[in-house]
């Protein structure tokens, strides 16, 4: 794969599960980038590890009109919101607009499978806009994060060697985060992937038995899964405050996932970065400490 040296990069989702790994991968490499920042806390914490950072959010249209001056290649990542399709719409009207050259996108698995949900709808819409607009792109559609077991269950695992989700038997080709932030800095960098869609899976579909175990296997204790009914997960969301549309929304997607049993990997984190997926029993190993 041949990089091109000295490319003007904007990271758009720089802090989280995927922006924190790709930000520090591109701080290794010698490449010219920048993270779009809302806060003087996240800006005062990346410009003390040395990253270039910039004002701005999605929606502020002024402050990404500055942001993206003299930018060749944008990353694109966002938390959930109600109203994402519009909040990425208008940066790929604005990147258009101002001669950005090409954007990678994070997108999401379920926008190919779920596209009726609303969440993923949108994103399975910015995907065809993103396609539609004439810029260079390269959408990354990763599956079910193993960082959602630190997200979603650290605590509770701590404290009761077990965690209880809705997903029964069902196997998912779980991947690490880490390895999704590889896949877009190699897209970022290279154009050999240009104009795809690729679909970012761990090396082999695994169910919440399969973590449990990797997870007493690393931890040196037992950690049991419980599978919930569908009813208990909602009830769980609930307590939890979490918003009825996006409860709805992971549902369906859970509910589809338990009927299909089981969906297979696929090969592109393979084809982008030339190495394999981390495995769920390395990635239990990895993040012991937080468990």
């Known amino acids: 794969m041949s990089i091109k040296k000295k490319t003007d990069i904007l990271v758009i989702g720089g802090t989280g599960n995927v922006g924190t790994p790709l930000v520090e991968l591109l701080r290794k490499a010698d490449v010219n980038y920048k993270v779009l920042v809302r806060s003087e806390i996240s800006e005062h914490k990346l410009k003390n590890q040395g990253v270039a950072t910039v004002r701005g959010a999605l929606g502020d249209?002024?402050?990404?009109?500055?942001?993206?001056?003299?930018?060749?290649?944008?990353?694109?990542?966002?938390?959930?919101?109600?109203?994402?399709?519009?909040?990425?719409?208008?940066?790929?009207?604005?990147?258009?607009?101002?001669?950005?050259?090409?954007?990678?996108?994070?997108?999401?698995?379920?926008a190919q499978t779920n596209a009726d949900v609303p969440m993923y709808g949108m994103h399975a819409q910015a995907d065809d806009y993103l396609i539609a607009s004439g810029i260079d792109y390269a959408i990354l559609r990763p599956d079910y994060f193993m960082q959602n077991m630190q997200n979603m269950h650290a605590p509770f695992i701590k404290q009761n060697n077990m965690?209880?989700?809705?997903?029964?038997?069902?196997?998912?080709?779980?991947?690490?985060?880490?390895?999704?932030a590889k896949a877009a800095f190699h897209t970022l960098l290279a154009d050999e992937f240009n104009g795809q869609i690729h679909?970012?899976?761990?090396?082999?579909?695994?169910?919440?038995?399969?973590?449990?175990?990797?997870?007493?296997?690393?931890?040196?204790?037992?950690?049991?899964?419980?599978?919930?009914?569908?009813?208990?997960?909602?009830?769980?969301?609930?307590?939890?405050?979490?918003?009825?549309?996006?409860?709805?929304?992971?549902?369906?997607?859970?509910?589809?996932?338990?009927?299909?049993?089981?969906?297979?990997?696929?090969?592109?984190?393979?084809?982008?970065?030339?190495?394999?997926?981390?495995?769920?029993?390395?990635?239990?190993?990895?993040?012991?400490?937080?468990?």
């Not at 966002?78 to 090409?102: M, Q, T, W």
């Not at 040196?220 to 569908?230: A, D, E, K, P, T």
């Not at 609930?238 to 049993?261: L, R």
Request: net charge negative.
């Open 61 to 110: 249209w002024p402050s990404i009109k500055r942001a993206i001056d003299m930018v060749d290649t944008v990353f694109l990542l966002s938390s959930p919101d109600l109203n994402l399709f519009e909040l990425h719409k208008g940066l790929i009207d604005i990147a258009s607009e101002n001669g950005v050259r090409k954007i990678v996108r994070l997108s999401s698995q379920p």
């Open 199 to 291: 679909y970012i899976t761990g090396p082999r579909a695994i169910s919440f038995t399969d973590v449990a175990n990797a997870l007493s296997k690393s931890l040196g204790r037992q950690i049991n899964y419980m599978s919930l009914s569908f009813e208990q997960q909602v009830a769980g969301f609930e307590s939890a405050g979490i918003p009825d549309q996006v409860a709805d929304g992971v549902m369906k997607v859970f509910q589809y996932w338990v009927d299909a049993g089981i969906r297979e990997p696929q090969s592109d984190f393979e084809k982008i970065t030339k190495t394999r997926a981390t495995d769920i029993d390395q990635w239990a190993v990895d993040f012991a400490g937080s468990f």
């Open 163 to 180: 965690f209880a989700q809705y997903l029964g038997d069902a196997s998912i080709p779980m991947v690490d985060t880490r390895d999704i």
